[in-house]
């Protein structure tokens, strides 16, 4: 079955795109895995509990044993095997005077009225958090009745997209600029629906309240917003206090690597640049501690394998300047940054930040909302079938209303 037809009216002209690196590549990553040093034995890294926020971080022995099957075991030969069976692209978009090459993963539907959807990811993710939820969504509908033409693009300076430029600055609501010209470069310029989590959650409400095109936005994440007035912690319900509580700790002793990225993104990007070992323990901790139950081990390395062949992680933490330099923005409290397109929300109690509904209902037109029992902060990635779920019943609802002009 064939997912790879283009809108005919599409001005950008993508072309395929197959993941594969060298065998010397390869050759040359383990080794380079083979000598990367483990520090010493230390009591915070015996006692460790990546799990817990105040836990100290990753555990040694867990270290030494992924790097052992990293090295031993796993095969990244599978991961572009399974990347490759679906339909891949790259195309160049320009943005403040830059060749943008910009990779992204796509079903396309023959279905007539398709809705377009985009589905952004962000750090320490990639293209790769979705790659369950493409495979739920291709298992479940042919490419003549798939409700929704599916771009799930790497974000620049992540996996296979180039950039930021190298002699300006740059930011979300660039990042948001480039994923509107594609989104209208592939012929859906008279409207698309957004989905984002983690720095994807910023470039949606970027794309909702700044981007014509953009009809919807749907969240999973919605850091830094702050109590309702109206809906005062006391009010809550016992599982919307605990997620509350989970942000709270998480502002408190979850986010010094933010700080670090956004304060010193050249140092950290450059040390972590350094060694596979690094990497691994850098952005494993993240994958354990902020998901429900904590992925497979091949999954975290799936994640971690593409940062390194693609030199991700320098190129990746720019957003953090946003939000974590010396003029930080936050764009949730801000009334410029409400969303006033259909937004819907999906609430995971094991979020890094699970905000209450009646806080995120005062930064945008919340018209769709649904609460899950599990899951957290990789949402696409942990719960697939819920994700894809939560898509069709929002899109459903929202959908022939905008289409009529009612929304």
Not at 57 to 70: T, V
Not at 95 to 107: C, I, K, P, Y
Request: hydrophobic share 35%.
């Amino acid at each position: 079955m064939s997912y790879d037809t283009i809108p005919s009216n599409a001005s950008l002209k993508p072309k395929p795109f197959k993941a594969h690196v060298s065998d010397d590549e390869l050759n040359d990553f383990k080794n380079c895995l083979k000598y990367s040093h483990i520090g010493p034995k230390t009591y915070e890294n015996l006692t460790a509990d990546p799990k817990e926020i105040l836990g100290w971080g990753i555990k040694r022995e867990w270290l030494a044993d992924a790097k052992d099957h990293w090295l031993n075991k796993y095969d990244w030969r599978k991961t572009e095997d399974r990347i490759n069976k679906l339909p891949n692209y790259t195309v160049g978009i320009e943005d403040v005077g830059f060749d943008f090459q910009v990779h992204f993963m796509a079903l396309f539907s023959k279905k007539a009225d398709a809705v377009p959807l985009t589905l952004l990811h962000g750090w320490p993710g990639s293209f790769l958090e979705f790659l369950s939820t493409v495979e739920v969504l291709k298992e479940k509908y042919t490419p003549e009745t798939l409700p929704f033409h599916v771009i799930v693009p790497s974000l620049p300076g992540y996996g296979y997209s180039n950039g930021p430029p190298l002699d300006k600055d740059f930011d979300c609501e660039g990042i948001a600029r480039v994923m509107d010209k594609l989104m209208v470069g592939l012929g859906f310029g008279k409207g698309y629906v957004t989905q984002g989590g983690d720095i994807g959650s910023f470039v949606s409400r970027i794309l909702g309240v700044s981007h014509e095109a953009c009809k919807a936005v749907h969240l999973n994440l919605a850091i830094g917003v702050g109590e309702s007035k109206d809906a005062p912690y006391d009010k809550l319900t016992e599982a919307e206090k605990k997620g509350a509580d989970r942000g709270k700790h998480f502002s408190w002793l979850g986010d010094s690597y933010a700080n670090e990225h956004g304060t010193r993104p050249a140092t950290v990007g450059l040390v972590l640049a350094s060694s596979p070992v690094a990497t691994l323990a850098w952005i494993g901790e993240k994958f354990i501690q902020w998901s429900d139950v904590a992925p497979p081990l091949d999954e975290i390395l799936d994640s971690v394998t593409l940062y390194w062949f693609t030199d991700s992680f320098p190129r990746a933490i720019y957003p953090y300047r946003q939000f974590f330099g010396p003029k930080p923005s936050f764009f949730h409290p801000d009334p410029n940054w409400y969303i006033k397109k259909p937004m819907g929300y999906s609430w995971n109690p094991q979020e890094l930040a699970a905000v209450p509904k009646d806080w995120v209902k005062e930064t945008g037109n919340m018209v769709w909302y649904r609460e899950h029992t599990e899951g957290g902060h990789f949402m696409a990635m942990e719960t697939p079938k819920a994700f894809v779920k939560d898509m069709e019943d929002f899109i459903a609802q929202v959908w022939p209303d905008i289409q009529k002009g009612k929304l």
